[in-house]
Protein backbone atom coordinates (compact mmCIF):
# COMPACT_ATOMS: atom_id res chain seq x y z
CA UNK A 1 0.00 0.00 0.00
CA UNK A 2 2.01 3.58 -1.25
CA UNK A 3 -0.79 5.30 -0.16
CA UNK A 4 -0.15 8.54 -2.72
CA UNK A 5 2.19 9.36 -4.73
CA UNK A 6 3.53 12.25 -6.87
CA UNK A 7 6.01 12.33 -9.54
CA UNK A 8 8.15 14.01 -10.12
CA UNK A 9 9.52 15.72 -6.99
CA UNK A 10 10.84 18.53 -8.69
CA UNK A 11 10.82 19.96 -11.76
CA UNK A 12 12.56 23.05 -13.20
CA UNK A 13 10.90 24.52 -16.54
CA UNK A 14 10.77 27.54 -19.20
CA UNK A 15 8.18 29.77 -19.29
CA UNK A 16 5.74 28.73 -21.62
CA UNK A 17 6.31 25.18 -21.73
CA UNK A 18 3.76 22.25 -21.05
CA UNK A 19 3.91 19.80 -18.26
CA UNK A 20 2.02 17.47 -16.22
CA UNK A 21 2.04 16.39 -12.74
CA UNK A 22 1.00 13.11 -11.80
CA UNK A 23 -1.04 12.00 -8.92
CA UNK A 24 -1.80 8.11 -7.93
CA UNK A 25 -3.16 6.52 -4.90
CA UNK A 26 -3.95 2.74 -4.28
CA UNK A 27 -6.76 3.37 -1.58
CA UNK A 28 -9.50 3.96 -3.66
CA UNK A 29 -10.87 6.98 -2.61
CA UNK A 30 -13.38 8.60 -4.55
CA UNK A 31 -12.31 12.12 -4.11
CA UNK A 32 -9.06 13.32 -4.92
CA UNK A 33 -7.54 17.26 -5.25
CA UNK A 34 -4.77 18.96 -6.05
CA UNK A 35 -3.44 21.87 -4.00
CA UNK A 36 -0.63 24.48 -4.18
CA UNK A 37 1.08 25.81 -1.38
CA UNK A 38 3.24 29.37 -1.72
CA UNK A 39 4.65 31.19 0.90
CA UNK A 40 2.72 32.71 3.43
CA UNK A 41 -0.65 31.68 1.29
CA UNK A 42 -0.83 28.10 2.86
CA UNK A 43 -2.23 25.28 0.43
CA UNK A 44 -5.65 26.55 -1.65
CA UNK A 45 -7.43 24.13 -3.99
CA UNK A 46 -6.46 24.21 -7.54
CA UNK A 47 -9.26 21.66 -9.04
CA UNK A 48 -10.46 18.65 -7.75
CA UNK A 49 -12.42 14.95 -8.52
CA UNK A 50 -15.35 13.33 -6.88
CA UNK A 51 -15.44 10.40 -8.43
CA UNK A 52 -13.94 8.69 -12.64
CA UNK A 53 -14.77 11.50 -15.07
CA UNK A 54 -15.89 14.04 -12.70
CA UNK A 55 -14.10 16.98 -11.83
CA UNK A 56 -14.20 20.30 -11.01
CA UNK A 57 -12.69 23.68 -10.04
CA UNK A 58 -11.50 24.81 -6.59
CA UNK A 59 -10.17 28.41 -5.23
CA UNK A 60 -7.39 28.86 -8.16
CA UNK A 61 -7.82 27.00 -11.10
CA UNK A 62 -6.46 29.20 -14.17
CA UNK A 63 -3.64 27.96 -16.14
CA UNK A 64 -4.42 24.14 -14.34
CA UNK A 65 -5.98 21.17 -16.52
CA UNK A 66 -7.24 17.73 -14.92
CA UNK A 67 -8.82 14.79 -16.00
CA UNK A 68 -9.63 11.80 -13.74
CA UNK A 69 -10.13 8.72 -16.67
CA UNK A 70 -9.17 5.87 -13.92
CA UNK A 71 -10.33 5.99 -9.62
CA UNK A 72 -6.29 5.90 -9.28
CA UNK A 73 -4.91 8.60 -10.90
CA UNK A 74 -5.16 11.99 -11.18
CA UNK A 75 -2.97 14.13 -13.34
CA UNK A 76 -2.72 17.86 -13.44
CA UNK A 77 -1.70 19.91 -16.52
CA UNK A 78 0.18 23.16 -16.89
CA UNK A 79 -0.82 24.21 -20.58
CA UNK A 80 1.66 26.92 -20.67
CA UNK A 81 3.66 27.30 -17.64
CA UNK A 82 4.34 30.58 -16.26
CA UNK A 83 6.33 32.21 -13.33
CA UNK A 84 3.69 32.71 -11.64
CA UNK A 85 3.19 28.83 -11.41
CA UNK A 86 6.46 28.77 -9.47
CA UNK A 87 5.03 26.63 -6.43
CA UNK A 88 4.89 23.42 -4.59
CA UNK A 89 1.77 20.93 -5.51
CA UNK A 90 0.39 18.82 -2.93
CA UNK A 91 -2.41 15.83 -4.35
CA UNK A 92 -4.50 14.04 -1.44
CA UNK A 93 -7.23 11.73 -1.42
CA UNK A 94 -9.87 10.71 0.29
CA UNK A 95 -13.01 8.74 0.72
CA UNK A 96 -16.08 10.83 0.00
CA UNK A 97 -18.01 11.77 3.13
CA UNK A 98 -21.53 10.63 1.08
CA UNK A 99 -19.84 7.06 0.92
CA UNK A 100 -17.44 6.68 4.25
CA UNK A 101 -17.97 8.63 7.41
CA UNK A 102 -14.10 9.43 7.78
CA UNK A 103 -12.77 12.84 7.11
CA UNK A 104 -9.16 11.62 6.72
CA UNK A 105 -7.23 12.88 4.04
CA UNK A 106 -3.77 11.60 2.82
CA UNK A 107 -1.31 13.29 0.99
CA UNK A 108 1.70 13.14 -1.87
CA UNK A 109 4.97 14.13 -0.79
CA UNK A 110 4.64 17.22 -3.21
CA UNK A 111 6.18 18.60 -6.38
CA UNK A 112 8.28 21.93 -6.10
CA UNK A 113 8.13 23.17 -9.80
CA UNK A 114 10.22 26.28 -11.08
CA UNK A 115 8.93 28.08 -13.86
CA UNK A 116 11.91 30.32 -15.13
CA UNK B 1 -17.87 30.58 1.42
CA UNK B 2 -15.31 29.50 5.23
CA UNK B 3 -12.45 31.50 6.07
CA UNK B 4 -9.39 29.85 7.99
CA UNK B 5 -7.25 32.62 10.03
CA UNK B 6 -3.87 32.32 11.57
CA UNK B 7 -2.57 35.48 12.89
CA UNK B 8 0.88 34.24 13.85
CA UNK B 9 3.02 33.61 10.93
CA UNK B 10 5.88 32.99 13.63
CA UNK B 11 6.54 31.66 16.87
CA UNK B 12 8.76 30.55 18.65
CA UNK B 13 9.20 28.52 22.12
CA UNK B 14 11.85 26.31 24.54
CA UNK B 15 12.72 23.09 24.32
CA UNK B 16 10.64 21.32 26.92
CA UNK B 17 8.07 24.42 27.49
CA UNK B 18 4.67 24.84 25.88
CA UNK B 19 3.32 26.81 22.99
CA UNK B 20 0.04 27.60 21.84
CA UNK B 21 -0.63 28.18 17.75
CA UNK B 22 -3.73 30.11 17.55
CA UNK B 23 -6.25 29.64 14.83
CA UNK B 24 -9.85 31.23 13.90
CA UNK B 25 -12.44 30.25 11.36
CA UNK B 26 -15.34 31.73 9.79
CA UNK B 27 -18.32 29.26 8.79
CA UNK B 28 -22.54 29.53 8.71
CA UNK B 29 -22.25 25.45 9.74
CA UNK B 30 -22.60 23.93 12.48
CA UNK B 31 -21.20 21.10 11.67
CA UNK B 32 -17.46 20.52 10.53
CA UNK B 33 -14.31 19.20 11.24
CA UNK B 34 -11.40 21.33 12.31
CA UNK B 35 -7.64 19.97 11.77
CA UNK B 36 -4.10 20.90 12.66
CA UNK B 37 -1.39 19.67 10.23
CA UNK B 38 2.39 19.95 11.01
CA UNK B 39 4.94 20.30 7.76
CA UNK B 40 8.42 19.62 8.69
CA UNK B 41 10.85 20.59 6.61
CA UNK B 42 10.56 17.54 4.87
CA UNK B 43 7.66 18.86 3.05
CA UNK B 44 5.23 16.28 3.91
CA UNK B 45 1.86 17.06 5.56
CA UNK B 46 1.34 15.55 8.84
CA UNK B 47 -1.98 14.86 10.61
CA UNK B 48 -1.52 16.02 14.18
CA UNK B 49 -4.86 16.32 15.56
CA UNK B 50 -8.20 16.81 14.73
CA UNK B 51 -11.73 18.00 16.04
CA UNK B 52 -15.40 17.58 15.11
CA UNK B 53 -17.76 20.32 16.04
CA UNK B 54 -20.38 18.80 17.78
CA UNK B 55 -18.20 17.54 19.97
CA UNK B 56 -17.04 19.73 23.17
CA UNK B 57 -14.85 17.39 24.42
CA UNK B 58 -11.50 18.79 23.39
CA UNK B 59 -9.16 16.60 21.52
CA UNK B 60 -5.82 15.27 22.99
CA UNK B 61 -3.22 13.35 21.01
CA UNK B 62 -0.39 13.13 23.37
CA UNK B 63 1.54 16.27 23.97
CA UNK B 64 -0.90 17.99 21.55
CA UNK B 65 -4.39 19.56 22.56
CA UNK B 66 -6.69 21.65 21.57
CA UNK B 67 -8.90 24.40 22.84
CA UNK B 68 -11.84 24.37 20.44
CA UNK B 69 -14.38 27.59 21.35
CA UNK B 70 -17.01 26.78 18.84
CA UNK B 71 -19.03 30.00 20.12
CA UNK B 72 -15.90 32.05 19.38
CA UNK B 73 -14.59 30.09 16.04
CA UNK B 74 -11.73 29.59 18.02
CA UNK B 75 -9.23 26.31 17.72
CA UNK B 76 -5.71 26.76 19.16
CA UNK B 77 -3.25 24.62 19.53
CA UNK B 78 -1.39 23.68 22.08
CA UNK B 79 2.13 21.43 22.37
CA UNK B 80 3.42 20.53 25.66
CA UNK B 81 6.93 19.85 26.44
CA UNK B 82 7.86 21.11 22.87
CA UNK B 83 10.88 18.78 20.90
CA UNK B 84 13.32 19.75 18.64
CA UNK B 85 11.19 17.83 16.16
CA UNK B 86 8.18 19.57 16.72
CA UNK B 87 9.59 22.35 14.89
CA UNK B 88 7.83 22.90 11.60
CA UNK B 89 4.69 25.02 9.97
CA UNK B 90 1.85 24.17 11.44
CA UNK B 91 -1.40 24.80 9.62
CA UNK B 92 -4.97 25.18 10.68
CA UNK B 93 -7.95 23.57 8.51
CA UNK B 94 -11.35 23.31 7.99
CA UNK B 95 -13.64 21.00 6.31
CA UNK B 96 -17.54 20.70 5.93
CA UNK B 97 -19.51 17.14 7.19
CA UNK B 98 -21.79 17.90 4.16
CA UNK B 99 -22.17 15.24 1.49
CA UNK B 100 -22.46 17.03 -1.49
CA UNK B 101 -19.60 16.52 -3.70
CA UNK B 102 -16.56 18.32 -3.11
CA UNK B 103 -17.36 18.76 0.19
CA UNK B 104 -14.32 17.24 1.46
CA UNK B 105 -12.24 19.83 -0.01
CA UNK B 106 -9.52 21.66 2.79
CA UNK B 107 -9.80 25.34 3.70
CA UNK B 108 -6.28 26.17 4.94
CA UNK B 109 -5.16 29.10 6.67
CA UNK B 110 -1.78 30.66 6.09
CA UNK B 111 0.04 28.60 8.81
CA UNK B 112 2.30 29.26 11.27
CA UNK B 113 6.35 28.62 11.53
CA UNK B 114 7.19 27.00 14.79
CA UNK B 115 11.05 27.45 16.24
CA UNK B 116 12.24 25.34 18.95
CA UNK B 117 15.45 26.32 20.52
CA UNK B 118 17.51 24.27 22.66
Known amino acids: NAGVTQTPKFQVLKTGQSMTLQCAQDMNHEYMSWYRQDPGMGLRLIHYSVGAGITDQGEVPNGYNVSRSTTEDFPLRLLSAAPSQTSVYFCASSYLARTRSTDTQYFGPGTRLTVL | AQTVTQSQPEMSVQEAETVTLSCTYDTSESDYYLFWYKQPPSRQMILVIRQEAYKQQNATENRFSVNFQKAAKSFSLKISDSQLGDAAMYFC???????????????FGKGTKLTVNP
Open chain 2, 93 to 107: AYRSVLTQGGSEKLV
